[in-house]
């Protein structure tokens, strides 16, 4: 039995109005996450979140894993407390029961020893994500944690001009008492960083990506969204819709949507803020209930806040809305040229303390991505021929069903049909690619791939006869023998601090010397912090066949980064090399007692900071150089 769900009023109360379970393009919004449902009741079709019945809907998000994932949890406790997020099942941009599917995620928050939350004070809606303060861990009230996140989205119809809906659900921990949580939508690649606790990749406008209009109110640019709710005890009272954009936007007359009364940023004058809009034409546009007792939770079950498992809501637990991006005039099909762009790219959850748009924030989820679709890789499993020349596939790699994909070639001949995600061909040339999500989408990515022919099949007999790589004052110095060094088109010298995953560090054309040649190269790699540095040279002919020397290694140990007096009764100091170097004093258990940047062009002996306050105990040093760490162990006997 589900609780319906009476929304009191936006400023026009035609605008919205929740009071029954519905179906909107053909997805259950009933407070229940099962398909081929409605109401509890069972039904021939019906898309959902999740399927555990026969019948034409669908479960929308992927559980591939769910099961095992369930027996983790009953056979090893502690990785309840993971996080972890399923994409869609279907392709983006698939059809499925004539609707556009365009993209959806679930996620699951931490629990426990929650490390994504917002510290107690002045964390608000309207301030710039680069203010929000976040503790290493802290209680907050049960009605605040999120437990999961659903968000969906697709389109009334099977084209990228119906109607575009967006399908949202959350489950909490406390059901009793008010509830208060906000879906926040950037245009940016808004995320969070657990270990420095900040949010970056946040927009240009006040930590946010302002909308834009003409004079006439046309959009120019789509900014951030958020849609705010309150549930009460018994119903979701209240939700309504706002827009980041600078206050002086307000004089303008938009011709997508309407404003609202309400305008809140960082402070009362504050330049930027996010304003609530309404719909240009009365209607309902949203849709939302609360879940009834004992409905079924999902193949992945749910943890609660003390990390049990159950596989069943209780009573308001699971809240689920969706809305109409077209009717609120956000839709990208209403006021872009491309009617396939996304009407945003990441997604935060949050809780608030109270109805107020600007009450102190307590729970999120970390920003989680959405509409962030895999580029297309042209691809073959032979790309040089020689002798003769035979008929070969060229495949778009990452393909989907529902892509379109075009190739062209200058050069080349593509024997066939030149759309689709493998193609033939028969001669040597460049060939390219266009990758569309939708037939009635722009070119979403681009690849090309070169094919190579010789026809007299000559073995190229280049090596890299030796490599060495010494360690002196000036860095690291390389040096390479190349046999019939006249074939060599390109050099690229290849660095690691693992001997596993290499970059290269620079890449030099073979300076068309006949016979052996010697190179040398000076690589100033002794400011890192890694013990073993790692070198291979990789050299290429003008076909683009390829050898690869062994691996030439450095012992990069010194007297550099050592830490003195151990033990200490009082100041601890450390040797650093020249650079820049970025170190972080913790305790045994991880907590960060001290950090500081540093940056010189000697070396130098520098204090830690605040040892001589600490009790006595053991303590590490972190020193970080880029993608180098070293860690030094502190002894402490004050």
């Keep these: 039995m589900k609780t319906l769900l009476l929304l009191i009023c936006l400023p026009v109360c035609s605008y919205a109005q929740i009071v029954t379970p519905a179906t909107k393009a053909n997805f259950g919004v009933d407070a229940d996450v099962r398909a081929n449902y409605f109401n509890s009741l069972l039904t021939a079709a019906g898309d959902d979140w999740y399927v555990n019945s026969s019948g034409g809907g669908q479960n929308i998000i992927d559980t591939t894993g769910a099961a095992a994932i369930v027996a983790g949890y009953t056979s090893n406790v502690a990785t309840r407390s993971r996080t972890f997020s399923r994409l869609m099942k279907q392709n983006p941009f698939s059809v499925l029961s004539n609707r556009l599917l365009i993209d959806a995620v679930f996620h699951r928050d931490f629990h426990g020893n929650d490390s994504t939350i917002f510290a107690s004070g002045s964390n608000k809606n309207g301030m710039s994500p680069a203010m929000w303060s976040c503790p290493v861990s802290q209680n907050i009230p049960d009605k605040n944690d999120i437990l999961d996140v659903f968000t969906h989205v697709r389109r009334a119809g099977p084209n990228p001009i119906d109607s575009l809906w967006l399908f949202g659900g959350v489950s909490i921990e406390n059901t009793t008492g008010n509830r208060y949580f906000d879906l926040e939508l950037y245009q940016t690649d808004l995320y969070y960083n657990r270990t420095s606790r900040t949010f970056n990749n946040y927009g240009p406008s006040a930590g946010h990506t302002a909308w834009s209009f003409d004079a006439a109110g046309n959009i120019l640019t789509p900014g ?33 949507f309407r404003w609202g009364t309400e305008f809140d940023g960082d402070g009362t004058s504050a330049a930027f803020g996010y304003a609530s809009i309404q719909p240009l034409t009365a209607g309902a546009f949203y849709t939302g209930l609360q879940s009834g007792n004992n409905v079924w939770a999902g193949p992945f079950s749910l943890i609660l ?102 190739w062209s070639t200058y050069n080349g001949n593509i024997v066939g049909s030149n759309v689709g995600s493998t193609i033939n061909i028969n001669s040597p040339g460049t060939y390219y690619v266009n990758h569309q999500l939708h ?77 052996d040649e010697t190179y040398t190269f000076l690589h100033s790699g002794s400011n890192e912090l890694a013990r073993m540095l790692f070198y291979r040279i990789r050299i290429s002919d003008e076909n683009g066949r ?19 007096p151990v033990p200490s009764k009082g100041k601890v100091w450390v040797n650093i090399p020249a650079g820049n ?58």
């Excluded at 009450?359 to 962030?372: G, I, M, S, W």
């Excluded at 006595?616 to 502190?634: A, C, Q």
Aim: with cysteine; glycine share 4%; charged share 15%.
């Design 224 to 256: 951030d969204i958020i849609f705010s709710a309150e549930y009460s005890s018994s119903s979701l009272s209240f939700i309504e819709a706002r827009i980041w954009v600078k206050r002086s936007a307000l004089s303008i007359t938009p011709t997508q």
């Design 546 to 564: 390829e050898k690869l020397s062994v691996v030439a290694t450095v012992n990069n140990s010194s007297t550099n980064y050592q830490v003195f």
């Design 439 to 515: 037939s009635s989408c722009p070119v979403y990515s681009k690849d090309s791939i070169k094919i190579l022919y010789d026809p007299v099949c000559l073995v190229l007999d280049m090596q890299i006869n030796s490599i060495e790589a010494v360690k002196n004052n000036n860095g690291i110095s390389i040096q390479w023998q190349i046999k019939n060094n006249q074939y060599a088109k390109t050099i690229q010298i290849e660095h690691s601090t693992d001997g596993i995953h290499f970059t290269t560090i620079r890449t030099m054309d073979g300076n068309g010397h006949t016979g």
């Design 305 to 406: 806040g003390d990390n049990s498992m159950t596989s069943n809501y209780v009573a308001k637990q699971f809240m689920e809305f969706s809305v109409n991006m077209s009717k609120l005039g956000l839709d990208p099909a209403s006021y872009s040229a491309n009617l396939c762009g996304s009407p945003f790219r990441r997604v935060l959850v949050k809780t608030r303390a109270s109805t107020s748009f600007s009450a102190e924030l307590k729970d999120f989820v970390a920003p989680f991505r959405l509409f962030d679709y895999p580029v297309v890789d042209a691809y073959s499993d032979l790309i040089y021929f020689c002798g003769t020349m035979p008929t070969v596939p060229l495949t778009a790699y990452n393909s989907n069903s529902s892509a379109v994909y075009t």
């Design 581 to 638: 170097i970025q170190y972080n004093l913790t305790d045994a258990n991880g907590k960060i007692i001290s950090m500081q940047k540093i940056y010189s062009t000697n070396t130098i002996q520098v204090p830690i900071k605040q040892t001589e306050n600490l009790a006595s105990g053991i303590y590490f040093l972190k020193l970080m150089n880029g993608t180098s760490v070293i860690t030094k162990k502190i002894i402490i006997e004050n």
